[in-house]
């Protein structure tokens, strides 16, 4: 009788069509994901016009997704070990979809918000559990780099909806916007039929067949025999999984972790909320502006895939330090203007410093934890982080409610970045998962092994 590390086939095997298929659907969900968020700047400037709203108000409705977001975050993705990541990611995916498609019908701002809230709540629900799902069947040497380039989906959801923004919006009105933002509710039967679920659910569930086929698509070679056991790593049952993030001496970093996110994501929906606001109010058309939202998303994509393959090669800590002083130049720069073509740069590297530094921050923080913590280290983290996601939408509205001089505005977007490399200053990678499995005589017991 043979017991099977499932762990260890998985991290060791290389990468072929089924690793592939896993990254290329939660990448598709993920692009909806990050298109359903930045839609909002895109049509921001048209609302406050026609419901006659102030930049206060449409900040605050803003916040209202990320509010949903935050609740799906703390609150749906902890259920996906209990319930299957599988079975999560479609239902936030249908909700997500139903709910932004229905926005359509709305024709005042409360509707409109109730809306956001409930689809915000499908989005951040699904967004750890994408991770955790791409985490857990990408070989360890291209985890990272698969990690970001899953990710990046987010910030390519972004260039597309600014893009379509500027085509469909003069020609179709800013509720087509969402209408596309619908279009994943059709991919569900795609989902249900190639989306696999974690190892550890089948291992409970005692589907050993599942785990064997599971295998033999992710290492061909592998020969599954009648009598084998498989081995999986479970969390201990009698443990809180969220307190468990405090425990073996990783509180400090834990805590950095979600101030290095809310700082991010302050810089990030601030940004795609008010870019467009800030650069009409700053002169540019309304179509010139939503190119500088464009740009920001491009500039984002480069930024994670850059950021998550530096990562797999060197320190994702240190990338996430340098990305954050980078980003806050970026700002300073941007606020002293001048050549449009110099403010695309720099928006395409505040775009690569800020969400790319957000988004590296998965792959890193997902192999920080041990791997039965993962989803619940990268929900909590982004789910604390969301308190900076509700106040960048409200921050973008003071700020433009205020008047400030184009250059103060940038300046104050700078601040975040200073911060969020001084977190991951403070972040103990010595007391990191990857770091003690390089360690083999410490013995700190982490979870437990059981068999099939």
């Known amino acids: 009788?043979?017991?099977?590390?499932?762990?260890?086939?998985?991290?060791?095997?290389?990468?072929?069509?089924?690793?592939?298929?896993?990254?290329?659907?939660c990448s598709f969900i993920i692009i909806f994901d990050g298109y359903d968020i930045v839609v909002y700047g895109s049509v921001v400037p048209i609302l406050m016009e026609e419901w006659s709203i102030t930049a206060l108000q449409a900040g605050v409705i803003g916040s209202y997704t990320m509010f949903g977001i935050m609740f799906g975050m703390l609150f749906v993705s902890p259920v996906a070990d209990k319930f299957g990541w599988k079975n999560v990611i479609i239902f936030c995916t249908a909700l997500y979809s139903i709910f932004t498609g229905l926005v359509c019908f709305v024709n005042?701002?409360?509707m409109f918000g109730i809306y956001r809230f409930i689809a915000g709540i499908g989005m951040g629900g699904v967004v750890p559990v994408l991770i955790a799902l791409t985490a857990e069947y990408s070989p360890k040497k291209v985890r990272s780099t698969f990690i970001s380039i899953m990710t990046s989906g987010y910030c390519l959801g972004g260039v597309i909806s600014a893009g379509i923004a500027i085509v469909l919006i003069p020609e179709f009105g800013w509720k087509v916007m969402f209408l596309v933002g619908a279009l994943p509710v059709l991919s569900i039967p795609f989902l249900y039929k190639y989306l696999p679920d974690s190892p550890s659910f089948y291992l409970a569930k005692n589907q050993k067949d599942k785990i064997s086929y599971l295998l033999k698509k992710v290492n061909p070679e592998f020969k599954s025999q009648e009598e084998d056991q498989y081995e999986i790593i479970v969390p201990k049952k009698s443990e809180i999984p969220m307190m468990r993030l405090f425990s073996d001496r990783r509180s400090l970093s834990t805590i950095m972790f979600w101030i290095a996110s809310a700082m991010c994501l302050l810089m990030i929906y601030g940004l795609n909320t008010w870019l467009p606001k800030l650069m009409t109010e700053a002169g540019y058309a309304l179509n010139s502006s939503l190119m500088f939202l464009l740009v920001l998303n491009f500039g984002a994509i480069i930024g994670t895939i850059v950021g998550g393959w530096i990562s797999d090669r060197w320190s994702g800590r240190k990338v996430v330090i340098i990305f954050g002083i980078v980003g806050a130049l970026s700002f300073i720069l941007l606020g002293l203007g001048g050549n449009i073509y110099i403010l695309y740069l720099l928006i395409a590297l505040a775009g690569a410093?800020?969400?790319?530094?957000?988004?590296?921050?998965?792959?890193?923080?997902?192999?920080?934890?041990?791997?039965?913590?993962?989803?619940?280290?990268?929900?909590?983290?982004?789910?604390?982080?969301?308190?900076?996601?509700?106040?960048?939408?409200?921050?973008?509205?003071i700020l433009i409610s205020m008047s400030l001089p184009f250059q103060v505005n940038f300046l104050i977007f700078a601040i975040p970045g200073i911060i969020v490399a001084l977190a991951y200053i403070f972040v103990q990678e010595k007391h990191s998962y990857s770091a003690i499995n390089t360690e083999p005589k410490r013995n700190i017991p982490e979870s437990t092994s059981v068999k099939s």
């Open 1 to 25: 009788m043979r017991t099977i590390d499932v762990g260890k086939i998985i991290d060791e095997s290389k990468v072929n069509r089924f690793h592939l298929g896993v990254l290329f659907w």
């Open 108 to 110: 005042n701002p409360t």
């Open 353 to 397: 410093t800020t969400t790319g530094t957000q988004l590296t921050t998965y792959g890193y923080i997902s192999q920080f934890y041990p791997p039965t913590m993962r989803s619940t280290g990268i929900g909590w983290t982004l789910g604390i982080g969301r308190i900076g996601g509700i106040a960048g939408p409200a921050v973008g509205g």
